[in-house]
């Protein structure tokens, strides 16, 4: 044992502690909440090596210098979803502007008047807005549609006997792209239970890409707000048709609050 004690030193402790410091400082590209949990985690495999040497535990120690020496790729692989996203927000394409052509303030007024309609009648819709990331390989593609946002088509799509009612539709700049698409369920414990499918897809393409996402709650009529795993519930109409245009205009938006449902 005191052998032990002997072989840990000052300078090695430090030097841990400055690998744990620098880790984290590296990890705040990304969103707080992940270097946080970035840095629990290595905080708990340093703490857990040392215990195990101390109590003369050699194979668990040496699991434990196994996994730290493996944590870059073990951590790239369970926050791949942050990396992904926090590199491409880092790229930025010169050629990625605003298309002058566009008639933004059509589309969002048709989008605004297709929401309202659907929240009075209390027709539940999920609707996505792209922005610039690619979310083809995230979601499951029902019906391609193509064709500009109109609030008539949002409301025939979203009738309850509609064979695509179901999914979400996509809005990527002016266009309508598709609908009845199926998109990824968020995995996060916290989720208010009172929020459904919809919500919980909602959350669940935000969590993983750019996107701005609009939910119509079939149960109360309400509007929600869904952005990088955040969401506002009975989201205010004006914030409704300011992010909206953000997002069609393909720029990124705040981050907006969480406001879970009474």
Same mark, same amino acid.
């Given at each position: 044992?005191?052998?032990?004690?002997?072989?840990?030193?000052?300078?090695?402790?430090?030097?841990?502690?400055?690998?744990?410091?620098?880790?984290?400082?590296?990890?705040?590209?990304?969103?707080?909440?992940?270097?946080?949990?970035?840095?629990?985690?290595?905080?708990?495999?340093?703490? @857990?090596?040392?215990?195990?040497?101390?109590?003369?535990?050699?194979?668990?120690?040496?699991?434990?210098?196994?996994?730290?020496?493996?944590?870059?790729?073990?951590?790239?692989?369970?926050?791949?979803?942050?990396?992904?996203?926090?590199?491409?927000?880092?790229?930025?394409?010169?050629?990625?502007?605003?298309?002058?052509?566009?008639?933004?303030?059509?589309?969002?007024?048709?989008?605004?008047?297709?929401?309202?309609?659907? @929240?009075?009648?209390?027709?539940?819709?999920?609707?996505?807005?792209?922005?610039?990331?690619?979310?083809?390989?995230?979601?499951?593609?029902?019906?391609?549609?193509?064709?500009?946002?109109?609030?008539?088509?949002?409301?025939?799509?979203?009738?309850?006997?509609?064979?695509?009612?179901?999914?979400?539709?996509?809005? #990527?700049?002016?266009?309508?792209?598709? @609908?009845?698409?199926?998109?990824?369920?968020?995995?996060?414990?916290?989720?208010?239970?009172?929020?459904?499918?919809?919500?919980?897809?909602?959350?669940?393409?935000?969590?993983?890409?750019?996107?701005?996402?609009?939910?119509?709650?079939?149960?109360?009529?309400?509007?929600?707000?869904?952005?990088?795993?955040?969401?506002?519930?009975?989201?205010?109409?004006?914030?409704?048709?300011?992010?909206?245009?953000?997002?069609?205009?393909?720029?990124? @938006?705040?981050?907006?609050?969480?406001?879970?449902? #009474?």
């Amino acid at each position: 044992m005191a052998a032990l004690f002997d072989s840990i030193t000052l300078s090695g402790i430090f030097d841990k502690i400055l690998v744990v410091v620098l880790i984290y400082a590296c990890t705040l590209i990304f969103r707080k909440e992940t270097a946080l949990r970035i840095l629990s985690i290595l905080t708990v495999l340093f703490a @857990a090596e040392f215990i195990s040497k101390i109590v003369g535990f050699s194979s668990t120690a040496s699991f434990f210098n196994l996994l730290l020496s493996s944590a870059p790729v073990i951590l790239a692989i369970i926050f791949q979803s942050d990396i992904k996203r926090t590199l491409f927000l880092f790229w930025k394409n010169s050629k990625s502007g605003v298309n002058d052509n566009l008639d933004m303030t059509t589309t969002v007024d048709e989008l605004s008047k297709g929401l309202n309609e659907l @929240a009075e009648r209390r027709i539940g819709a999920l609707i996505v807005i792209v922005r610039q990331m690619s979310i083809d390989h995230l979601i499951q593609i029902g019906t391609e549609i193509d064709a500009k946002v109109t609030s008539e088509l949002l409301n025939s799509i979203f009738l309850p006997y509609s064979p695509i009612h179901d999914g979400a539709v996509i809005i #990527h700049r002016d266009k309508i792209t598709s @609908a009845g698409c199926i998109l990824p369920l968020s995995q996060n414990p916290d989720i208010a239970k009172s929020f459904g499918t919809r919500h919980r897809a909602a959350l669940g393409i935000s969590e993983q890409t750019d996107v701005l996402v609009l939910v119509v709650s079939e149960e109360t009529g309400k509007i929600s707000i869904v952005h990088e795993g955040k969401i506002t519930y009975d989201a205010d109409p004006a914030e409704i048709r300011r992010l909206s245009r953000k997002a069609i205009e393909g720029r990124r @938006a705040p981050r907006v609050v969480a406001v879970q449902e #009474h």
